[in-house]
């Protein structure tokens, strides 16, 4: 276009390569969590059986990373092409998406505010079933402890939830060591001890419930963790206010690029001023991007419109 202006219309470099720079780094970041997932299912064996991904009846971790990192991968992705070839099919998806992910994060925050007891029941019920799996996952036997140490808790309501555990339970049948006992992440911590004491918890539930007290943390997680929401509210409703707001500006940012995209192409002369390249990806990144503006000052005079797109969201 060298520097010609169709009747003031223009793609905004400013705003094109904002998208691009903040969806590549995104897309990287999602490529890093899919890497670690499929490498924590790698040293588990699960990659060369995968009928065992069913077979764990807690909750595996890994499943976070794949996921985290799968959505992660695709807005990146669609994000950083989208804008640097100027693709408003790529950009309308990127919106679109990170849309849908942002009405499901506001009706899952109004569901739970709403349904505040089902959602107590469900935790208890997740926290349950994990524990009776403890042992046959060590990613989800590092994810109970950390919990257990990080809100000073046993189980979900208390430390007798471990008698859902068979290696833990008190019944006469249980030849394990540690019967009637609860995980090393239960117990109290010694400030004179360097190192953990993993037998710490054996025989403790045996023991008269006052003196348990000594030995380990008597309160549920269930309870803690909604001491520690109460807490920590100010901090926690800043974070969702912070993800909410970037993924509205994201959007704002990419319905504004498509706008300038659309506006410009509309009057481009029938022939193209450049030939399309042999490079082709489906359709969706072929040819060069023939719209942005090659001006130094194309950020300066783009603030105005872009503000106004943003406050009409």
């Known amino acids: 276009m060298s520097g010609k ?23 990287l970041l999602g490529v890093a969590f899919l890497g670690i997932g499929l490498w924590a299912w ?11 991904i069913t077979d764990l009846g807690g909750f595996d971790p890994v499943w976070l990373f794949l996921v985290v990192g799968g959505v992660m991968f695709i807005l990146g992705f669609a994000g950083c092409i989208g804008a640097l070839r100027e693709n408003t099919f790529l950009l309308k998806f990127f919106s679109v998406f990170l849309g849908i992910i942002f009405f499901l994060e506001l009706t899952a925050g109004v569901l739970a505010f709403v349904f505040k007891d089902w959602i ?7 926290i349950n079933n ?19 140490e990080y809100w000073e ?38 400030p004179a001890e360097d190192v953990i004491n993993t037998q710490c918890g054996y025989d403790v539930r045996a023991k008269p419930d006052p003196e348990q007290k ?9 309870p803690q963790f909604e001491k520690w929401l109460q807490d920590n509210l100010t901090v926690v409703a800043g974070i969702f206010i912070g993800i909410a707001l970037l993924q509205i500006f994201g959007i704002c940012l990419a ?14 002369p029938l022939h193209p001023p450049h030939p399309p390249t042999a490079l082709s990806l ?28 943003f406050l009409s969201f």
């Open 130 to 148: 994990n524990i009776r799996a403890y042992r046959d996952d060590i990613d989800l036997q590092n994810l109970i402890d950390f919990t257990q």
């Open 214 to 222: 000594t030995y380990i943390h008597v309160k549920g997680c269930v």
């Open 282 to 309: 489906s359709g969706l990144v072929a040819g060069p991007p023939l719209l942005a503006s090659q001006n130094s000052d194309c950020c300066s005079r783009h603030g105005s419109v872009f503000s106004a797109s």
């Open 255 to 268: 319905q504004n690029l498509v706008s300038d995209i659309e506006a410009v192409r509309a009057i481009l």
């Open 5 to 27: 202006h169709y009747k003031g219309h223009e793609v905004s470099c400013c705003i094109k390569y904002f998208i691009f720079g903040f969806n590549i780094i995104f897309w």
């Open 153 to 190: 808790c046993c189980g979900a309501f208390g430390a007798d939830d471990w008698n859902l555990n068979i290696y833990f339970n008190c019944t006469d049948s249980n030849p394990s060591r540690e019967k009637c006992g609860v995980p090393f992440s239960c117990c109290t911590k010694d």
């Open 42 to 52: 790698s040293e588990k064996g699960v990659l060369s059986n995968i009928s065992s």
């Open 120 to 126: 107590k029941d469900q935790l208890n019920f997740f």
